[in-house]
């Protein structure tokens, strides 16, 4: 097999799944971004570009920016949405004009997306509180057949005494190669789908069946017998995984709505428009 491997030197942005919940999952602030992980976006510094930006122009240019820190967020998803359909992913509805919340505590975000080494039973709870499905999980996931991740992310997998032995061993040799020297570079990197990794396709599903899964969370769920009859599914038919992907993506586009009561549009996209000091 030819396993296609990738040194990130550069920063970049993946259309992936993880990324996506990020966006919806978060209030979309100053504070709870800061905990968004860097291996897949890193958004931070352009917001911190805009935010200098606002100190030194007129109010009416400092309403425009703040508006537009407001859609920031939104506007990626809709980019995330389009570099999907790019690279051969299915099109899907991404509606516009959620409001900020009144709240933004950064621990709150921790337990609120997957991480690497969650078990199915930790992915789902997460998926269940939020309305989803094991089907509509499994769908979602199907995201990382785009994008990479970072070596620290399944070292654990490669090395020492907890060393998976359910990974392809071609595979797993070419990513201890890769990921030698880990701890000292951080920013080694590899394909989420080392086969087809610029191509929205159902590979990542393919590969999981052939111990080819990078992640322990996207080894889980063929591992698992209440998620592997989707990953089957979704590995002989590219079309139901693009039906169910699209769906599901809209779904997670309307999770967290707030209301007029519990929500605004923030005239600066890091502060409250009213504190109670």
Not at 70 to 83: E, I
Not at 114 to 137: Q, R, W, Y
Not at 144 to 155: D, R
Not at 188 to 208: E, H, Q, R, S, V
Request: aromatic fraction near 12%; glycine fraction near 6%; charged fraction near 25%.
């Amino acid at each position: 097999r030819n396993y296609k491997y990738r040194k990130n030197k550069r920063k970049m942005l993946t259309p992936t799944t993880r990324t996506y919940m990020v966006l919806f999952f978060l209030d979309n602030n100053q504070i709870e971004s800061s905990t968004i992980p860097r291996r897949h976006l890193n958004i931070n510094s352009n917001l911190h570009i805009l935010r200098e930006q606002n100190r030194y122009t007129s109010h009416e240019f400092t309403m425009l920016t703040s508006w537009f820190l407001n859609v920031f967020f939104l506007v990626l998803a809709s980019s995330t949405r389009d570099l999907i359909t790019i690279v051969g992913g299915p099109f899907y509805e991404v509606k516009l004009g959620r409001k900020d919340g009144f709240e933004s505590k950064a621990h709150k975000v921790h337990g609120n997306i997957p991480i690497a080494n969650h078990t199915v039973h930790d992915m789902m709870s997460i998926f269940k509180k939020n309305g989803f499905s094991l089907k509509e999980m499994v769908a979602l996931s199907g995201g990382h057949t785009v994008g990479f991740a970072h070596c620290i992310e399944f070292s654990s997998r490669l090395f020492g005494p907890r060393a998976d032995p359910e990974l392809d061993s071609r595979y797993a040799d070419r990513l201890k190669d890769l990921c030698k020297d880990h701890m000292v570079n951080k920013s080694m990197a590899a394909f989420l789908d080392p086969i087809t990794p610029g191509k929205f396709d159902n590979m990542y599903f393919k590969n999981l069946k052939r111990g080819l899964g990078l992640l322990a969370s996207d080894h889980a769920l063929f591992k698992d017998n209440g998620t592997r009859p989707f990953v089957d599914l979704y590995a002989d038919n590219q079309t139901a995984f693009f039906e169910d992907f699209a769906r599901a993506m809209e779904k997670l586009g309307m999770v967290g709505v707030k209301g007029d009561k519990d929500g605004e549009v923030r005239r600066k996209c890091d502060h409250f428009n009213k504190l109670d000091v």
